[in-house]
C-alpha cells in the first residue's frame, strides 16, 4: 500500500499567491522527498528533507516535516504559471532502497 | 547528459502477446526502479534491483519479471500482458545510500505508456 498521501488532490490558485500542499505517511521513515511532474513527464526530484530536520529552503520552495505527526508540507512561493504540474511526496524506507511515492496534488497556476 | 532513458516511449499490445521495456542509465547508480502510474494511484513500485544481478519485488510484481544483467540496464518483462497492465511505466535509478549519506534521490525515464487491448 502506499505510504504518503497527499492533500489536497486538486489546488487551483492564481500566478502570484502561495501553494501549499500536505503529505501524510504511516510508517517510520528516514528522509521524504518531493517530486514534481509535468503532464505526459517523468518525475523531477525536488528537495529531501531528512527524518532529523525540520525545515528546508531550496529556492521558492520551503519543505516541513514533523515525524510526531508524520506529516510534511510543501510550500511554493509566489507561484508562477510554469509551476503548474502535479507534485508527489514520496518516503524513504529503513533499508535505504526503495522509494514509497503517494497520489500526487495537481497544481494548477493561472496567469 | 542522457540520464535515465526507456525504451520503447510508446507500445500497443494485444492480450496475450510478450514485451520487453528497457532502461537504461549513464550515471553509475547502483539502484534501479520500475514503477508504473496509473490514474488517481499514483506511482507504485513494480520491482527495483540494489546491484547488478540482483532484483526484489516491489509493491505489484504480479505479471511482470525483471533482469539486471548489467549495471546500465534494467529490463521489465510482461509474458502473457493483459488489460489490467494498461499503464505508464516510469524506470528510475539512484545511487547507493549510505548512514552518512542519505543520497536516496531518484532520477526517472521520460515514460513508457502502454496500452493492452
Known amino acids: 500500500s502506499q505510504q504518503g498521501e497527499e492533500d489536497p488532490q486538486a489546488l487551483s490558485i492564481q500566478e502570484g499567491e502561495n501553494a501549499t500542499m500536505n503529505c501524510s505517511y504511516k510508517t517510520s521513515i528516514n528522509n521524504l522527498q518531493w517530486y514534481r511532474q509535468n503532464s505526459g513527464r517523468g518525475l523531477v526530484h525536488l528537495i529531501l528533507i531528512r527524518s532529523n530536520e525540520r525545515e528546508k529552503h531550496s529556492g521558492r520552495l520551503r519543505v516541513t516535516l514533523d515525524t510526531s505527526k508524520k506529516s510534511s508540507s510543501l510550500l511554493i512561493t509566489a507561484s508562477r504559471a510554469a509551476d503548474t504540474a502535479s507534485y508527489f511526496c514520496?518516503?524513504?524506507?529503513?533499508?535505504?532502497?526503495?522509494?514509497?511515492f503517494g497520489k500526487g496534488t495537481m497544481l494548477l497556476v493561472s496567469p | 547528459n542522457a540520464g535515465v532513458t526507456q525504451t520503447p516511449k510508446f507500445r500497443v499490445l494485444k492480450t496475450g502477446q510478450s514485451m520487453t521495456l528497457l532502461c537504461a542509465q549513464d550515471?553509475?547508480?547502483?539502484?534501479m526502479y520500475w514503477y508504473r502510474q496509473d490514474p488517481g494511484m499514483g506511482l507504485r513500485l513494480i520491482h527495483y534491483s540494489v546491484g547488478e544481478g540482483t532484483t526484489a519485488k516491489g509493491e505489484v510484481p504480479d505479471g511482470y519479471n525483471v533482469s539486471r544483467l548489467k549495471k546500465q540496464n534494467f529490463l521489465l518483462g510482461l509474458e502473457s500482458a493483459a488489460p489490467s497492465q494498461t499503464s505508464v511505466y516510469f524506470c528510475a535509478s539512484s545511487p547507493r545510500a549510505s548512514l552518512s549519506s542519505v543520497n536516496t534521490e531518484a532520477f526517472f525515464g521520460q515514460g513508457t505508456r502502454l496500452t493492452v487491448v
Open positions: 550515471m553509475n547508480h547502483e539502484y
Open positions: 514520496a518516503t524513504g524506507d529503513s533499508g535505504y532502497s526503495t522509494l514509497t
